[in-house]
């Protein structure tokens, strides 16, 4: 059972940064890949907005691209979200996730970013 913990949301001006970190419970460098997803207020729906393999390869949505850079750091079992130039837009509860077949789905709770002027 892995277990992944969010933090690093909060209240942000627009054009202003964020980090989010995921801390796992176990070594992220053994799970294929991990990704960062979100979810907009009033939307049901959780989006992929970023993903990164335990080789370092990444992947962004063309909503965050030149913005938000997602890194590990391997010795702390973390995956960061560094979310640079937010928009209103960006405001959502942002996510974590195992992308591993072999180790199943698992989520974090979510941490909460709000960008408001």
């Known amino acids: 059972q892995v277990q992944l913990v969010e933090s690093g949301g909060g209240l942000v001006q627009p054009g202003g940064s964020l980090r989010l970190s995921c801390v796992a419970s176990t070594s992220i460098f053994s799970i294929d890949a991990m990704g960062w997803y979100r979810q907009a207020p009033g939307n049901q729906q959780r989006k992929l907005i970023a993903t990164i393999t335990n080789g370092g390869t990444t992947n962004y949505a063309d909503a965050v691209k030149g913005r938000f850079t997602v890194s590990t750091d391997n010795a702390k079992n973390t995956v960061y979200l560094q979310m640079n130039s937010l928009k209103p837009e960006d405001t959502a509860v942002y996510y974590c996730?195992?992308?591993?077949?072999?180790?199943?789905?698992?989520w974090g709770q979510g941490t909460q970013v709000i960008v408001s002027s």
């Open positions: 996730k195992t992308l591993d077949s072999r180790v199943g789905v698992h």
